[in-house]
C-alpha cells in the first residue's frame, strides 16, 4: 500500500494568515492527489483533487500545488470557518489511503 | 447532484456481521459513469477507504479488509449495500457511503459522501 505522510498534525493560526499542510506519498503517485476538508459532525468534502485543481465551489484562498514528492494545501487569507482537519488522500492505485489529517485551530 | 443515505444497526455485537445499505438519489447506480463506496473513520481517527464497486457489479477491496467484507448492488431498489463479517471492537467507527459521482472524477476520488452512521460494536 501507499503510504500518505501528513504534516503537521496540527496547527494553531489567526484569521488572515496563511497556512500550509504538507503530504508526502511513499512513492511517486503523479498528480493523483486530493484534498478533503472535515469540520466536526460533518462527512468531509473534497477541496481539491488531482493535486491543484480545485473543487467548484470552494473559496479561491484554497490551493494545492506539488514541490518535489511534497503535496501542499495552502490556505491563504485564513477565515474562522476554516477551523476543520484536513486530509490528504491518493487515488494512484487501490488501496486509495488518506493521511493521519491535520488540525487547523483559529487562534 | 447525488444524495446518498446510509441505513442499518448502530448497534452490532462481536463476531457478527455488520451490514449496511446506502440509498442512493439523484441518480441511477446503473449509470455507467459511477462507482459506489464506503469510507470507514474510528472515533476520533482518520479515514480508510473500504471498497468500492463499479455500475457492473465488480467490486475492489481494500487488502486490509478483503478477507471480511462484501459490497453489492440492489438495481431494482437504486441502492447498494456494505456487509462485514466477524466484526470486533476494532470496526467501530463512523461508516460512510460514497461515489465519485459525475464529475469525471478518477474512481478514488469521492465527491459526494452520505451523512454517515455510527456504528458500534460491542455487546
Known amino acids: 500500500d501507499i503510504q500518505m505522510t501528513q504534516s503537521p498534525s496540527s496547527l494553531s493560526a489567526s484569521v488572515g494568515d496563511s497556512v500550509t499542510i504538507t503530504c508526502r506519498a511513499s512513492q511517486s503517485i503523479s498528480l493523483y492527489l486530493n484534498w478533503y476538508q472535515q469540520k466536526p459532525g460533518q462527512a468531509p468534502k473534497l477541496l481539491v483533487y488531482?493535486?491543484?485543481t480545485l473543487q467548484s465551489g470552494v473559496p479561491s484562498r484554497f490551493s494545492g500545488s506539488r514541490s518535489g514528492t511534497d503535496f501542499i494545501l495552502t490556505i491563504n487569507n485564513l477565515q474562522p470557518e476554516d477551523s476543520a482537519t484536513y486530509y490528504c488522500?491518493?487515488?494512484?492505485?487501490?488501496?486509495?489511503?488518506f493521511g493521519l489529517g491535520t488540525k487547523v485551530e483559529i487562534k | 447532484q447525488l444524495h446518498l443515505q446510509e441505513s442499518g444497526p448502530g448497534l452490532v455485537k462481536p463476531s457478527e456481521t455488520l451490514s449496511l445499505t446506502c440509498s442512493v438519489s439523484?441518480?441511477?447506480?446503473?449509470?455507467?459513469?459511477?462507482?459506489w463506496g464506503w469510507v470507514r473513520q474510528p472515533p476520533g481517527k482518520g479515514l480508510e477507504w473500504i471498497g468500492s464497486i463499479s455500475y457492473s457489479g465488480d467490486p475492489d477491496y481494500n487488502p486490509s479488509l478483503q478477507t471480511r467484507v462484501s459490497i453489492s448492488l440492489d438495481t431494482s431498489a437504486n441502492q447498494f449495500s456494505l456487509k462485514l463479517d466477524s466484526v470486533t471492537a476494532a470496526d467501530t467507527a463512523v461508516y460512510y457511503c460514497v461515489t465519485p459521482g459525475p464529475g469525471g472524477y478518477d474512481i478514488g476520488t469521492f465527491d459526494d459522501w452520505g451523512q454517515g452512521v455510527l456504528v458500534t460494536v460491542s455487546s
Open positions: 488522500q491518493h487515488t494512484y492505485r487501490a488501496p486509495w489511503t
Open positions: 488531482s493535486a491543484s
Open positions: 439523484g441518480g441511477s447506480i446503473r449509470n455507467t459513469e459511477y462507482y
